[in-house]
């Protein structure tokens, strides 16, 4: 695999609020932080571009509203922004696409020249899943580390409920299969940007 030199790391919405179990239930993959930061780490070493998206929660009840502590970057998240050498940006958004915040993704990643991301984060099924969609529809090369992201227990029609482990791995098989994004694992990127 190669990861281009200018390739972006997209890090979608890994803020404190979705430690608040209590309300988004049980999650998958409790090594994703861990291979997140090591992620951080490998594109800051080798200055390579980052881009931190924020989730706005215009929900009264989310964990991730604005203006309560939820909606702050995780500790290890805000202690390496401004770090690295490469590009940063600062994405808002209040929606499940980094595509769709403010300022606009897209324009930024053409500006820079940009045609290679690698997107993390949380939560896998949802804001990185669709992310990785609009990210391929666009026409990008989109890598999904699939160990640095993860996700809830989720309950949807008919009574019907599923796993976050389940969920997760279907989300990495409509990405890969579908063609929006090759899945593939922190350890593979890392090796990749060495």
């Given at each position: 695999?190669?990861?281009?030199?200018?390739?972006?790391?997209?890090?979608?919405?890994?803020?404190?609020?979705?430690?608040?179990?209590?309300?988004?239930?049980?999650?998958?993959?409790?090594?994703?932080?861990?291979?997140?930061?090591?992620?951080?780490?490998?594109?800051?070493?080798?200055?390579?571009?980052?881009?931190?998206?924020?989730?706005?929660?215009?929900?009264?009840?989310?964990?991730?509203?604005?203006?309560?502590e939820g909606n702050d970057f995780k500790?290890?998240?805000?202690?390496?922004?401004?770090?690295?050498?490469?590009?940063?940006?600062?994405?808002?958004?209040?929606?499940?696409?980094?595509?769709?915040?403010?300022?606009?993704?897209?324009?930024?990643?053409?500006?820079?020249?940009?045609?290679?991301?690698?997107?993390?984060?949380?939560?896998?099924?949802?804001?990185?899943?669709?992310?990785?969609?609009?990210?391929?529809?666009?026409?990008?090369?989109?890598?999904?580390?699939?160990?640095?992201?993860?996700?809830?227990?989720?309950?949807?029609?008919?009574?019907?409920?599923?796993?976050?482990?389940?969920?997760?791995?279907?989300?990495?098989?409509?990405?890969?299969?579908?063609?929006?994004?090759?899945?593939?694992?922190?350890?593979?990127?890392?090796?990749?940007?060495?």
């Amino acid at each position: 695999m190669e990861i281009a030199e200018n390739a972006a790391l997209v890090v979608v919405d890994v803020q404190k609020g979705f430690d608040e179990l209590d309300f988004w239930g049980p999650r998958n993959n409790p090594g994703a932080d861990d291979n997140i930061a090591s992620l951080l780490d490998a594109w800051q070493a080798t200055g390579r571009p980052i881009v931190f998206v924020r989730h706005d929660s215009p929900k009264p009840q989310s964990p991730l509203r604005t203006g309560y502590e939820g909606n702050d970057f995780k500790e290890y998240v805000a202690q390496r922004r401004g770090k690295g050498a490469g590009a940063e940006l600062l994405i808002t958004k209040t929606v499940n696409s980094a595509f769709l915040g403010t300022p606009g993704l897209d324009a930024w990643l053409k500006a820079e020249g940009i045609s290679q991301v690698v997107v993390v984060g949380i939560q896998t099924n949802m804001c990185v899943e669709t992310t990785a969609r609009m990210g391929g529809n666009l026409g990008y090369e989109v890598v999904v580390a699939f160990d640095a992201t993860y996700t809830f227990d989720l309950e949807g029609p008919f009574g019907w409920r599923r796993g976050a482990e389940e969920l997760a791995q279907a989300s990495a098989v409509s990405l890969h299969g579908g063609g929006f994004a090759r899945v593939v694992t922190t350890e593979e990127v890392v090796g990749a940007v060495g």
